[in-house]
């Protein structure tokens, strides 16, 4: 089933970019089911802290990965 929607030109024109061989329909899915940057830092930052096992454990790892890319 389809339906009918009005759009600006310029949503259209980022819309078309995005794109490429997918159909419309993919695109638009996918944007609306992606979690957008701000909710995952928010869920990060200022709601209980950093959790100190954790950043020990990635340390190593971490460290590793600057090591290879600085």
Request: hydrophobic share 35%; glycine share 8%; aromatic share 10%.
């Amino acid at each position: 089933m389809s339906k009918l929607i009005s759009i600006s030109d310029d949503v259209y024109e980022k819309l078309k970019h995005l794109k490429g061989e997918d159909s419309y329909s993919k695109v638009i899915k996918i944007l609306i089911e992606k979690k957008p940057n701000k909710e995952k830092l928010l869920g990060f930052f200022g709601k209980g802290g950093v959790d100190e096992k954790k950043v020990r454990e990635l340390a190593p790892m971490w460290k590793k990965w600057s090591e290879k890319y600085v």
